[in-house]
T-cell receptor, first 109, second 114 residues
Framework: SQQGEEDPQALSIQEGENATMNCSYK?????LQWYRQNSGRGLVHLIL?????REKHSGRLRVTLDTSKKSSSLLITASRAADTASYFC?????????FGQGTELSVKP | DAGITQSPRHKVTETGTPVTLRCHQT?????MYWYRQDPGHGLRLIHY???????DKGEVSDGYSVSRSKTEDFLLTLESATSSQTSVYFC?????????????FGDGTRLSIL
């Protein structure tokens, strides 16, 4: 069962540009999390946003949550080549964390 | 980085053989998880543990068993491996349950079943 789905599946931008990734989900949630995965590595937690929060920032990352539309977005500002990775949203569903299929971000120098 | 070690990192084996993957943590976290990652499916939960000898099934548990005899170790066993179990397996840990808590991941085990 797929709870979260990211859009787009792949995104290619130039260094310095902003990158926006979206996540849609199907059922009500307690929180939504974003993770990053570099090639050949495990996932790294970026941000957790609770269902009663609308926006959260961490450095160059900005996450928004719209529970009425069952969607979230991750914005990376002033992207760097080191931001090249896959990004996943994850939502809780019946006490378990369900991951989307991810967005592959490529940042070209 | 959270202290999570997965072993082996790579394994190639034949259909029908038993396989055990190990996850070792040094964080003393209560919760441990096993996921598999496949193209087109993202990460899917296989089993998880909420304490020593306390485990429960995830989304794709058929063909897998787990054991946790110590806080620091969580074993995933494929009793009789099949080609459909070729995947990258990730262990994760969290201090409290999956709700409202980030999970910390190991670097994965790449398993190929021929």
């Amino acid at each position: 069962s797929q709870q979260g789905e990211e859009d787009p599946q792949a995104l290619s931008i130039q260094e310095g540009e902003n990158a926006t990734m979206n996540c849609s989900y199907k059922t009500s949630i307690n929180n939504l999390q974003w993770y990053r995965q570099n090639s050949g590595r495990g996932l790294v937690h970026l941000i957790l946003i609770r269902s009663n929060e609308r926006e959260k920032h961490s450095g160059r990352l900005r996450v928004t949550l719209d529970t009425s539309k069952k969607s979230s977005s991750l914005l990376i500002t002033a992207s760097r080549a080191a931001d090249t990775a896959s990004y996943f949203c994850a939502t809780d569903n019946r006490g378990k964390l369900i991951f989307g299929q991810g967005t592959e971000l490529s940042v070209k120098p | 980085d959270a202290g999570i070690t997965q072993s082996p990192r790579h394994k190639v084996t034949e259909t029908g053989t038993p396989v055990t993957l190990r996850c070792h943590q040094t964080e003393n976290h209560r919760y441990m998880y096993w996921y598999r990652q496949d193209p087109g499916h993202g990460l899917r939960l296989i089993h998880y543990s909420y304490g020593v000898k306390d485990t429960d099934k995830g989304e794709v548990s058929d063909g897998y068993s787990v054991s946790r005899s110590k806080t620091e170790d969580f074993l995933l066993t494929l009793e009789s491996a099949t080609s459909s179990q070729t995947s990258v397996y990730f262990c994760a840990i969290s201090d409290r349950g999956p709700l409202n808590q980030p999970q910390h991941f190991g670097d994965g085990t790449r398993l190929s079943i021929l």
